[in-house]
């Protein structure tokens, strides 16, 4: 009998969760630990902080769920990893604290022999002074309960246009390394269309505020696109969305610090500036969550298996930017120091950026992190599950799943409103999400047809879909497995 433990019940610890124990047999131990009681679809909170979806829609409840499908959950955090066991606990463990119940606070083992570290990253707010969601008219969209504080601030806002008062709306990255540009853009589309259901577009000025170089970077060093008959550059799409909706930008920004109603940045000239605003939802930077390990003897480790995030079988080999290759990028997710640990999805730590480093003329880094949330991570997990069943199956260590960012695609679908017939989308498909310039010299890394852009509602009527498909498969409804991740 083996144990798999996995810590975090995101996006890629849910998935990872379902497709193990579909496959192995009961005999077989499936645990999950996460602070969350609830499971959220992410990408939904967009519609819940402009109002146009309640919360109750994107999540549900884990324990039931979870008891129901006969895998193990504890509603804790992960405190240390041992590894190695110790020398009173032999097993490799998870020392743990309780969040909830009346052992709230109560540190206990769990020990494992597969520990798939699904953790994904620290909302890191702090790492801006005043950037907290809730101070200073700062918003977030990063979790349900944020989006709802978010939708409470729009709409207050709203009402005052309505009685005639004159807005500033600030939207985009609060940190010069940020990322999940994606979802800022996509919020941005979206606050700009409830102003206009609401008639009060013309009481707002409406800017995005980017650490990105070109608008339509993404994290990802930009794209060369299909639109249509055309080729066309992302940052030539994102100019002419924002542009046919009266959107202001202001790039290569790196926000230092908030106060009341302002947003303190430094550009790449090194110049240091201020926005004014009425409301503002500035994505955080992420990070680790500062995990520590030990070997047996309890000597700290944790520089072998964590370099903010967690090391996996990535290049992180010192070199600069001319010298990146796809072949940096990990393709099991497995920890090289420790075999029976994995890290898929965010928890992860990349071998460095996508987008090119920049820096202000101050040294100041002002570029975005690498994304991996959605599509990436529900991949990931799949095949870090998919290999761990294997290895229990056959006796011996399996790793012939195998996925890099260097040759996985991710869609992503931007809505810019609500509604079967009057909301729209922006549709972009990128492959593969690592630019492998030798490859693909003369399409800046991607193969054109599989990287291409889209606007209509077509896109919304896909994104409106997916919400449905992914709560379904998310619950593990009937044949829920042959919804692609």
Same mark, same amino acid.
């Given at each position: 009998m083996s144990k798999i433990v996995i810590l975090g019940a995101g996006i890629s610890g849910h998935v990872a969760a379902a497709h193990l124990r579909r496959k192995l047999a009961k005999e077989h131990n499936v645990v999950v630990v996460s602070p969350n009681s609830n499971y959220q679809w992410v990408p939904s909170n967009i519609w819940v902080g402009t109002g146009r979806m309640k919360s109750e829609k994107i999540f549900f409840p884990l324990a039931p769920l979870y008891k129901k499908k006969g895998i193990n959950y504890y509603q804790a955090k992960a405190i240390s990893f041992f590894p190695e066991g110790d020398l009173k606990e032999q097993k490799p463990y998870v020392l743990v604290e309780d969040v909830a119940g009346n052992d709230k606070g109560k540190q206990h083992k769990i020990t494992y022999d597969y520990l798939i570290n699904a953790t994904g990253p620290k909302l890191n707010f702090e790492a801006t002074p005043g950037l907290i969601p809730g101070t200073n008219k700062i918003y977030s969209v990063c979790t349900y309960s944020h989006a709802n504080h978010a939708w409470d601030g729009l709409s207050t806002l709203i009402k005052e246009m309505k009685a005639g008062k004159k807005t500033r709306i600030l939207i985009g990255t609060g940190h010069g390394k940020s990322t999940c540009q994606g979802a800022a853009f996509e919020y941005i589309l979206n606050v700009e269309q409830e102003l206009r259901r609401y008639n009060v577009r013309d009481m707002a000025e409406v800017t995005w505020i980017s650490n990105e170089y070109q608008l339509g970077d993404f994290g990802m060093d930009g794209m060369l696109l299909s639109?249509?008959?055309? *080729?066309?550059?992302?940052?030539?799409?994102?100019?002419?969305?924002?542009?046919?909706?009266?959107?202001?930008?202001?790039?290569?920004?790196?926000?230092?610090?908030?106060?009341?109603?302002?947003?303190?940045?430094?550009?790449?000239?090194?110049?240091?500036?201020?926005?004014?605003?009425?409301? #503002?939802?500035?994505?955080?930077?992420?990070?680790?969550?500062?995990?520590?390990?030990?070997?047996?003897? @309890?000597?700290?480790? *944790?520089?072998? %298996?964590?370099?903010?995030?967690?090391?996996?079988? $990535?290049?992180?080999?010192? !070199? /600069?930017?001319?010298?990146?290759?796809?072949?940096?990028?990990?393709?099991?997710?497995?920890?090289?120091?420790?075999?029976?640990?994995?890290?898929?999805?965010?928890?992860?730590?990349?071998?460095?950026?996508?987008?090119?480093?920049?820096?202000?003329?101050?040294?100041?880094?002002?570029?975005?992190?690498?994304?991996? *949330?959605?599509?990436?991570?529900?991949?990931?997990?799949?095949?870090?599950?998919?290999?761990?069943?294997?290895?229990?199956?056959?006796?011996? @260590?399996?790793?012939?799943? !195998?996925?890099?960012?260097?040759?996985?695609? $991710?869609?992503?679908?931007?809505?810019?409103?609500?509604?079967?017939?009057?909301?729209?989308?922006?549709?972009?498909?990128?492959?593969?999400?690592?630019?492998?310039?030798?490859?693909?010299?003369?399409?800046?890394?991607?193969?054109?047809? !599989?990287?291409?852009?889209? %606007?209509?509602?077509?896109?919304?009527?896909?994104?409106? $879909?997916?919400?449905? #498909?992914?709560?379904?498969?998310?619950?593990?409804?009937?044949?829920?497995?042959?919804? /692609?991740?």
């Amino acid at each position: 009998m083996s144990k798999i433990v996995i810590l975090g019940a995101g996006i890629s610890g849910h998935v990872a969760a379902a497709h193990l124990r579909r496959k192995l047999a009961k005999e077989h131990n499936v645990v999950v630990v996460s602070p969350n009681s609830n499971y959220q679809w992410v990408p939904s909170n967009i519609w819940v902080g402009t109002g146009r979806m309640k919360s109750e829609k994107i999540f549900f409840p884990l324990a039931p769920l979870y008891k129901k499908k006969g895998i193990n959950y504890y509603q804790a955090k992960a405190i240390s990893f041992f590894p190695e066991g110790d020398l009173k606990e032999q097993k490799p463990y998870v020392l743990v604290e309780d969040v909830a119940g009346n052992d709230k606070g109560k540190q206990h083992k769990i020990t494992y022999d597969y520990l798939i570290n699904a953790t994904g990253p620290k909302l890191n707010f702090e790492a801006t002074p005043g950037l907290i969601p809730g101070t200073n008219k700062i918003y977030s969209v990063c979790t349900y309960s944020h989006a709802n504080h978010a939708w409470d601030g729009l709409s207050t806002l709203i009402k005052e246009m309505k009685a005639g008062k004159k807005t500033r709306i600030l939207i985009g990255t609060g940190h010069g390394k940020s990322t999940c540009q994606g979802a800022a853009f996509e919020y941005i589309l979206n606050v700009e269309q409830e102003l206009r259901r609401y008639n009060v577009r013309d009481m707002a000025e409406v800017t995005w505020i980017s650490n990105e170089y070109q608008l339509g970077d993404f994290g990802m060093d930009g794209m060369l696109l299909s639109y249509g008959d055309m *080729t066309m550059k992302s940052h030539e799409m994102v100019e002419m969305i924002f542009e046919d909706r009266g959107i202001k930008w202001i790039l290569g920004a790196g926000v230092e610090k908030i106060e009341d109603g302002i947003a303190h940045y430094e550009n790449l000239e090194g110049e240091h500036k201020i926005e004014t605003y009425d409301f #503002a939802m500035l994505i955080p930077s992420f990070s680790g969550h500062g995990f520590k390990a030990y070997d047996k003897n @309890e000597n700290d480790i *944790t520089e072998n %298996i964590f370099k903010g995030f967690m090391i996996v079988d $990535a290049d992180y080999t010192s !070199k /600069p930017y001319e010298e990146w290759s796809v072949n940096d990028w990990p393709e099991t997710y497995q920890n090289p120091s420790y075999k029976n640990i994995f890290a898929p999805g965010i928890a992860f730590a990349p071998p460095h950026s996508i987008s090119k480093p920049r820096f202000s003329k101050n040294g100041t880094p002002i570029f975005p992190a690498p994304p991996r *949330t959605g599509m990436p991570s529900g991949i990931t997990a799949k095949l870090v599950a998919d290999n761990i069943i294997d290895s229990i199956l056959l006796g011996k @260590e399996s790793l012939k799943h !195998k996925g890099s960012l260097g040759n996985m695609g $991710a869609a992503c679908i931007a809505s810019a409103g609500y509604g079967m017939f009057k909301g729209s989308g922006v549709s972009i498909t990128t492959y593969p999400i690592v630019p492998d310039y030798k490859k693909y010299p003369k399409t800046q890394g991607r193969q054109l047809g !599989k990287t291409f852009g889209d %606007i209509g509602l077509a896109g919304h009527w896909l994104k409106l $879909a997916l919400h449905y #498909a992914f709560i379904y498969k998310a619950k593990m409804r009937p044949f829920w497995w042959l919804i /692609p991740e």
